[in-house]
């Protein structure tokens, strides 16, 4: 029997770095042909825009395949498994498969999945990375500490910690073989000492918390972990209570429930900007008055060839030039991701003013 195809799965929050850290993976693959599979939440399909505008001779387009149905766990039999089915097909088999999960992903049934009858005879994990933005969870935007947010909880009635974005957070350094403290450039050396200790004391015994600067780690230290994660599932924990029994058969059709109902993503598009800076101020002063999580997307500037690609995490809204329109429409098209609950008309109208 053949060797079975490694596959890495890349796992962490909303703009934590992960398309950056693949990018990097795949300008410096030393000649491994690494397929990609991509999840994203909301469906503007940046990141894989992104990915195949990056010009890399070893990653074609046929090398990228994107799930569309939403998110991976919710899809896996519909979406995930026919994907990896025909990427296994292919003449030209890949030397290692390389997911990117949406930022609002769980991990564990993805990681189950591999354990699907015609899929664990071909295919194994090599490991399970989990990006972090450092800055952020330094500034403490993802309780982490359940210990310490019950204390908090006992002490204060009306406020609600327990908010899905800290679960999913718990979740994904649970389910994480290497943590990447992501936005080293960021953190002061201190910050990320600090941090790199905490998440090694909060994470399964063995986990490797390394800290890097725009994603930037040797693609050996990325890839060929050899850990074979659908194993040994039990011991990655997972917080969120799904309701299913641990027939595999049942894995079609059970309901679960957790935190997607509690995001929401919608797109925004208008024509060309007159101010590339102007602009970005503008969705940085939308982004810290409507909550807005993640927004990102292409930007026609006035007189430019070229998209401007932006992307903001919080109010942080990064820009550059990345390839020229070429066939498609010159405008400006923006996916916003937040909580349930954003008031869409008026981000609308405040991203249009
Ligand atoms: N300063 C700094 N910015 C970074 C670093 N890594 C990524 N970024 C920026 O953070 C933003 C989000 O990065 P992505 O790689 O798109 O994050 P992601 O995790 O793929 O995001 P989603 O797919 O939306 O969940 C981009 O503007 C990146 O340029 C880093 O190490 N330092």
Known sequence: MPAKIP???????????????????????????????????????????????????????????????????????????????????????????????????????????????????????????????????????????????????????????????????????????????????????????????????ESRAGVQVIKAAMGALPVDVLLGQGVGAESDLSARHEIHHHHHDDDDDDHHDHEHSHGHDEFESFIVTRGEIADASAFAAQVADVIRSHGILRLKGFVAVAGKPMRLTLQAVGPRVDTYFDQPFGDAPRETRLVVIGETGLDQAAITAALLA
């Not at 795949?26 to 505008?53: C, P, S, T, W, Y």
């Not at 010009?55 to 149905?69: K, M, P, Y």
């Not at 649970?174 to 992501?182: E, H, K, P, R």
């Not at 000492?193 to 090694?200: G, H, P, S, V």
């Open 7 to 201: 596959a890495t799965v890349v796992t962490g929050f909303l703009g934590a770095g992960k398309t950056t850290l693949i990018r990097h993976m795949l300008q410096n693959a030393q000649g491994k042909r690494i397929a990609l599979i991509i999840n994203e939440f909301g469906d503007l399909g940046v990141d894989g825009d992104i990915l195949k505008g990056c010009g890399i001779e070893t990653c074609t387009e046929d090398d990228i395949v994107e799930l569309s149905n939403g998110c991976i766990c919710c899809t896996v039999a519909d979406d995930f498994i026919p994907t990896m089915e025909t990427l296994l097909a292919r003449e030209d088999k890949p030397d290692h498969i390389v997911i990117e999960t949406s930022g609002l992903a769980l991990p564990q049934p993805l990681i189950r999945a591999f354990n699907w009858p015609d899929i664990s005879t071909r295919v194994t994990v090599d490991g399970v990375i989990t990006v972090v933005d450092g800055r952020a969870v330094v500034d403490g935007q993802f309780a982490h500490n359940v210990a310490a947010v019950d204390a908090l909880r006992a002490q204060d009635e009306n406020l609600d910690h327990e908010t899905p974005l800290s679960e999913l957070f718990e979740d994904q350094v649970a389910c994480a073989d290497m943590i990447v403290v992501n936005k080293a450039d960021l953190l002061t050396e201190a910050e990320a000492d600090a941090l790199i200790a905490k998440l090694k004391s």
